[in-house]
């Protein structure tokens, strides 16, 4: 569902300005937020956390996506290779901008 939505609002957001997707992922409190570790492992990420910013990125052509504060997997999501080189670039085909 949220996939869903997130799809339509980028479409709909892009028709005037870029949109950007953000928390990727897993940033789902406030407190802490700079400091918690989400240990999540891939199967998991993959069907449930990163599906809605997939679906924004491929099917919404999302211009921009904002990282998460948190740690995923002990990484600071501003410098998780596996997420923004290996999962956004080249699984998803992403050329947008990242923030």
């Not at 569902?1 to 028709?15: E, M, N, P, T």
């Amino acid at each position: 569902l949220s996939a869903r939505i997130g799809v339509a609002y980028v479409r709909g957001v892009q028709r005037h300005v870029a949109a950007c997707a953000k928390h990727l992922v897993c940033n789902d409190q406030e407190d802490g937020r700079h400091t918690m570790n989400s240990v999540i492992d891939e199967r998991t990420l993959h069907e449930i956390y990163l599906a809605p910013f997939e679906a924004a990125v491929v099917e919404g052509h999302v211009e921009s996506v904002m990282c998460g504060y948190n740690r995923l997997n002990g990484l600071y999501c501003t410098e998780n290779t596996w997420l923004l080189d290996k999962v956004l670039r080249k699984e998803w085909g992403f050329r947008g901008w990242v923030i």
